[in-house]
């Protein structure tokens, strides 16, 4: 038997969000809001996002020994998350700066801090961790050579998801193990580059199956999203909702994909109850707290 349902390895940031009226430019300084403090990180987001439905959830990150990072461990821990993989030390935690004017546009600056400490002999030394796990998830937030020690570690069994984000070209080595990879139009286009011919999500899909992962998932935000595989190419519908902030949306996706598919769920099911996931997600602000319960997705 596994003990967890999830293994995500990635990031955890603190974001640190101000309102403006305007962004400032060269020079410029703008008066904004009171300074708003979540915790965030695509891995950090995805692991809480999990474990909210129900899913035997542990993370594998690195935060520093300091305010941020024992904000982001709480957040861990309050929301059910394992955080004995969490290694804490080495650099600060990763912060993201971010300012938001009246129409929602935002502007970020990452610093990727003990993220970015994360290293291969980390993953070596989890190997219990990995073990343990079901299913194991992660993103472009960490070293890309830690992803590939990801990919190394997997044990027999356990199935492997990547959202590739930030986007940037992959090895065949990660593809190879993708089941699924899952990317939005701009992680598609990016990782495609030269090769994206076509207007249609069926045709990047096709594109990316071509250059090795077991299947692919792409998301279409409020119109669902289309699932990839040997068995041929499929749209998954999405419900209708008031948006209202789509932050974090699709970490939320992914985790929920992710955990649904360890349950033996075939992958247009399982991507099916992603987009109800990521649906839910979007009516309420922030990311981590916006995220549902399995009972709140069964009411949408």
């Not at 290293?119 to 961790?129: C, H, K, M, Q, Y």
């Not at 580059?193 to 069926?202: K, L």
């Not at 199956?209 to 792409?218: D, E, H, Q, Y």
Request: charged residues 20%; negative net charge.
């Amino acid at each position: 038997m596994y003990d967890y349902d999830l293994l995500v390895v990635g990031s955890a940031n603190a974001d640190l969000v101000i309102g403006v009226e305007r962004r400032p430019g060269p020079g410029e300084t703008v008066l904004g809001s009171d300074l708003a403090v979540h915790p965030g990180g695509k891995g950090g987001n995805q692991a809480v996002a999990a474990a909210r439905l129900g899913a035997r959830t542990a993370l594998l990150a690195r935060v520093g020994d300091d305010a941020y990072g024992r904000l982001l461990l709480d957040a861990q821990r309050a929301a059910g998350v394992d955080t004995v993989g969490v290694l804490v030390g080495g650099a600060p935690t990763g912060v993201a700066l971010i300012t938001v004017d009246p129409s929602g546009d935002n502007s970020i600056v990452v610093s990727p801090g003990a993220n970015g400490r994360l290293t291969p002999g980390d993953i070596r030394a989890a190997g219990s961790l990995f073990h343990a796990s079901r299913v194991v998830s992660t993103q472009l937030e960490v070293p890309l050579e830690t992803v590939e020690e990801v990919v190394r570690n997997l044990p027999p069994g356990s199935r492997f998801v990547l959202n590739p984000s930030p986007p940037r070209p992959l090895p065949t080595e990660v593809l190879a193990a993708c089941d699924p990879l899952i990317v939005n139009e701009h992680e598609a286009k990016v990782l495609l580059g030269e090769s994206c011919v076509g207007d249609e999500p069926e045709d990047w899909a096709r594109l990316l199956l071509a250059k090795g992962p077991r299947s692919v998932v792409v998301t279409l935000g409020a119109a669902g999203a289309l699932v990839a595989s040997s068995e041929g190419v499929a749209r998954v519908p999405s419900v209708k909702v008031d948006a209202v902030d789509t932050t974090g949306a699709g970490d939320a996706f992914t985790a929920a994909l992710a955990w649904r598919l360890g349950a033996g769920e075939p992958l247009a099911r399982a991507a099916a109850y992603a987009a109800r996931v990521g649906a839910a997600a979007v009516t309420r602000a922030g990311a981590q707290e916006s995220y549902p319960t399995a009972a709140e997705v069964a009411a949408l």
